[in-house]
């Protein structure tokens, strides 16, 4: 390589994507490109319409394309472990998202559009290890919510809607600088509700409706974790971000 030139991203063609796509036992079309150094997100992959699952972790990606709310039929996505500092607004097209994962990166309160109040499927949203110090408002209309990740922010407080999200178990708070008075309403708050679920399921009035064991959990504590791709998206680190990201980037 000649001297002072640094090694480029790689880059992917529309071919090589195709070729990438896995389809599970149960038809699910999945795109693994985790650990692929890649800085830009492939515009090739816009013509991917019928993927349901994009893992895009651990890259270098900066910035997502206008446009990425045109990848509709995806059902999950993962962007964790990159150096985004914004999310499109047109994000908020893609109704068909379960989970959305934008952990470990840089983005701000003004990066995160409330167009994602749009994506009425959503089950679980994991914003960990960001530079958050407040929620777009419309994410109140998440009523499918179930499992939120705000762990490793700058929130000082945490907006009143958080407690009364209809399907909320879990969620996660963990190093913020919240009060100690306000972690403690908030577990409080997150299990009362949970258990008046419960209760509802016991007498009927939630009839032909699935609802997990255990009360909710609000994760204020230090505690073993790690990645596993795409379904765990409350996933944290055990260092500081710079420090994970750097560990992380020599083992690929």
């Known amino acids: 390589m000649p001297k002072g030139k640094k090694k480029k991203g790689n880059e992917l063609t529309l071919q090589a994507a195709k070729k990438a796509v896995e389809v599970t036992a149960d038809g699910v079309r999945r795109l693994t490109l985790s650990k692929m150094r890649l800085t830009k997100f492939p515009d090739c992959l816009l013509k991917l319409p019928n993927v349901d699952e994009l893992d895009l972790s651990r890259n270098l990606i900066k ?34 998202l379960t989970h959305l994962n934008l952990s470990n990166n840089y983005i701000t309160s003004e990066g995160l559009p409330s167009t994602l109040g749009s994506l009425a499927n ?102 073993k974790r790690r990645y596993v791709g795409l379904i765990v998206p409350n996933s944290v680190a055990k260092v500081n971000q710079d420090e994970w990201r750097i560990r992380k980037t020599d083992q690929t």
């Open 63 to 96: 910035e997502l394309p206008k446009n990425i709310g045109d990848l509709k039929s995806l059902k999950l996505l993962d962007l964790h472990t990159n150096k985004l500092e914004s999310v499109p607004e047109s994000i908020g097209n893609m109704a068909a």
């Open 122 to 223: 959503l089950k679980t949203l994991n914003l960990g290890l960001n530079k958050l110090d407040s929620l777009p408002s419309t994410l109140e209309a998440l009523n499918n919510l179930e499992d939120l990740g705000l762990f490793d922010n700058q929130f000082i407080n945490l907006p009143d809607y958080v407690t009364t999200l209809p399907n909320l178990i879990k969620i996660n708070v963990r190093r913020n600088p919240l009060s100690g008075i306000q972690a403690e309403e908030l577990e409080k708050k997150v299990r009362k509700d949970r258990k008046k679920k419960g209760r509802k399921k016991e007498d009927g009035s939630m009839c032909g409706s699935e609802d997990s064991e255990g009360d909710s959990e609000v994760e204020m504590v230090e505690e």
